[in-house]
């Protein structure tokens, strides 16, 4: 069955870098994209980014460029997500989420079909 | 930058119709897509390409999409389908958006 499996909670001061891993299983890891949402306290999803273990192709939301780096080993099957720069406002549970994109009639599809269990990632001084 | 507004709040009676919609500038052109969020849980996605259902999800979970509004409805709702709901769609310029989301109660 298809897993993706996070890194765990992290504590970190501002101004400082978080890293957070997702290790995929149960399918052909380079067949998907994957991509990282999260959701601070009270907040709804924002989506960060995505990456395609294939090409290597990143693209990043507005608010996150410049700030966040993704990163795939397609030897382990893992994609890393990387967040420099903290501050308070990106205290959140990171999400990672597998990418089915496709085309039919109808017009692009993109969605996420299996999400990571989440990873706290808590910005304190 | 496209954006894709929804109720802050539903509520609904136990075995009663829930609709949640999503807005959005000719969102009936595009495909949307519907999330479950539990408290401490991982998002489930239970509507996809408008109406379709993942295995997995109930029948009572269906979506439709026409002109600037997508709508998911819950028909016979349960207590279980408490949940925050999140609509998104994708945009040529912006990729992936989603909904503020919907908080739905069931009392």
């Known amino acids: 069955q298809v897993q993706l499996v996070q890194s765990g909670a992290e504590v970190k001061k501002p101004g400082a870098s978080v890293k957070v891993s997702c290790k995929a299983s149960?399918?052909?890891?380079?067949?998907?994209?994957i991509n990282w949402v999260r959701q601070a306290i009270g907040q709804g999803l924002e989506w960060m980014g995505w990456?395609?273990?294939?090409?290597?192709?990143?693209d990043n939301a507005q608010n996150f460029q410049g700030r966040v780096t993704m990163t795939i080993d397609t030897s382990i099957n893992t994609a890393y997500m990387e967040v420099s720069s903290l501050t308070s406002e990106d205290t959140a549970v990171y999400y990672c989420?597998?990418?089915?994109?496709?085309?039919?009639?109808?017009?692009?599809?993109?969605?996420?079909?299996?999400w990571g269990q989440g990873t706290l990632v808590t910005v304190s001084s | 930058s496209y954006e894709l507004t929804q109720p802050p709040s539903v509520s609904v009676s136990p075995g009663q119709t829930a609709s949640i919609t999503c807005s959005g500038d000719k969102l009936g052109n595009k495909y949307a897509y519907w999330y479950q969020l539990k408290s401490g849980q991982s998002p489930v996605l239970v509507i996809h390409q408008d109406s379709k259902r993942p295995s997995g999800i109930p029948e009572r979970f269906s979506g439709s999409n026409s002109g600037n509004t997508a709508t998911l409805t819950i028909s016979g709702t349960q207590a279980m389908d408490e949940a925050d709901y999140y609509c998104q769609a994708w945009e040529s310029s912006t990729s992936v958006v989603f909904g503020g989301g919907t908080k739905l109660t069931v009392l």
């Open positions: 989420a597998r990418g089915v994109a496709h085309s039919d009639n109808g017009g692009y599809i993109y969605y996420f079909d299996y």
């Open positions: 990456m395609n273990p294939n090409s290597g192709n990143t």
């Open positions: 149960g399918y052909t890891f380079t067949s998907y994209d």
